[in-house]
Structure formats: C-alpha cells, structure tokens
C-alpha cells in the first residue's frame, strides 16, 4: 500500500516569505499528484495537479515532482495571512485509489 | 463548479446509536466516495461507488455500510456507532474513477460526527 508522509507537520512563514512544504511518497510507479488545500472547518479544494517530473505552475503555488527521490514539493510564493490552512498531498498510481498525507499545518503571519 | 452538499454539518450520537450522513452532487458525476479525517491518520477512504445501487469497499470499511440510491445521493451508515467512529467525515465525487489526468475529486465541506 502506497505510504505518503508530508512534512514538516506545521509551519509558520511570514507573509511575502516562500513556504516550501516537502510530501514523499513510496511507489515510484506513481503517476498523480495533488496538492490541497483545508481551511478550517472546510472542504477540501485542489490546488496544482502534477503528472511528469518537473514543475507545474497555478499562480502562486508550484508543485515539483521528483520521482526518482521520492519527492513533490508545494512552493507558495508571498503567501498571505488567508493562504492559513492544511495543506495535503494526495498520489495515485495508475486507476487505483489515491492517498493523503496527514497533512502541514501552514500558518502566515502578517 | 461542481456541486457536493453534505448534511448533517454536525452530529452527536451516543455508543450504539444509529446515523446517517447524506451527500449530494449535483454535477452528474458517476463516482462518489466517503472519506474520514482524523488526526494522525490524514484522509482514509471508507466506501465508494460508481453508480446508483453500486458499492465499493474501500481502505476503512468496518462498522459502515453505504447506499446509492441515485446517481446524485450517497448515504453513509453507522448503525451501531462506537466512539472510534468520531471522525470528520467528507463525500467527494468525480466523473472518473480516482485521481487521473482527467478526473477531479470535489469535496463537501465535511460532516463532523461525535459519539459519546
């Protein structure tokens, strides 16, 4: 079964400051990667989608995939107080069910 | 944007009692699926399915039971509930199966469950 870990648990950056959140996964096979985003009290809403090792952009955030390591990071550029909330990393591989992370707690102080 | 409404937001139940969690989607999607949230443990998949009157078990199914009804509603049960089952609870549905390169999961906003 497919092990994905995220770190760190939680994180605090001030605002304008990159926040750089790291998830590793265990199947090298994988071939799906998301990254969510949790406000308190909320649903869960996508924010990149990631298929190939590189970057992908969607405004401020940017996954990159590495699958060699094991990695995809989520780069936040000049969060803001309202970017606060868990942040979850999802992986599939191939048409199976895909799994979370526990999650990062990110916190952006003014 | 796709549609997923959760009822109800809230609920508190004692040991042994019986609930109910609804959900629908409003998009047409053929897949939905019932998650759990707990600390430590991220989100874990209990039931899915890929149609109405279809049933799929899926990582954390014991003590639930799950129906389609129609392609747009999907029940979540707990008919003898136990305090491991306090939990946030959220539906998702998508229009294929999983995470794809197509496919999208919508979440709900969740339904937090407490039982005594």
Excluded at chain 1, 14 to 39: I, P
Excluded at chain 1, 74 to 91: K, M, N
Excluded at chain 2, 20 to 44: A, E, V
Excluded at chain 2, 74 to 82: D, G, K, N, R, V
């Amino acid at each position: 079964q497919q092990k994905v870990q995220q770190s760190p648990e939680s994180l605090t950056v001030s605002e304008g400051a990159m926040a750089s959140l790291n998830c590793t996964f265990s199947d090298r096979s994988s071939d799906n990667f998301r990254w969510y985003r949790q406000h308190s009290g909320k649903g869960l809403e996508v924010l990149v989608s990631i298929f190939s090792d590189g970057e992908k952009e969607e405004g401020s955030f940017t996954a990159h995939l590495n699958r060699a390591s094991l990695h995809v990071f989520l780069h936040i550029r000049e969060p803001q107080p309202s970017d606060s909330a868990l942040y979850l990393c999802a992986v599939n591989t191939g048409y199976q069910n895909f799994y979370f992370g526990k999650g990062t707690s990110l916190t952006v102080i003014p | 944007e796709a549609a997923v409404t959760q009822s109800p937001r809230n609920k508190v139940t004692v040991t042994g009692g019986n609930v109910t969690l609804s959900c629908r989607q409003t998009n047409s999607h053929n897949y939905m699926y019932w998650y759990r949230q707990d600390t430590g443990h991220g989100l874990r998949l209990i039931h899915y399915s890929y149609g109405a009157g279809n049933l799929q078990i899926g990582d954390v199914p014991d003590g639930y039971k799950a129906t389609r009804t129609t392609q747009e509603d999907f029940f979540l049960l707990l008919e003898l509930a136990s305090p491991s089952q306090t939990s946030l609870y959220f539906c998702a549905s998508s229009d294929v199966w999983g995470v794809t390169n197509t496919g999208q999961l919508y979440f709900g906003e969740g339904s937090k469950l407490t039982v005594l």
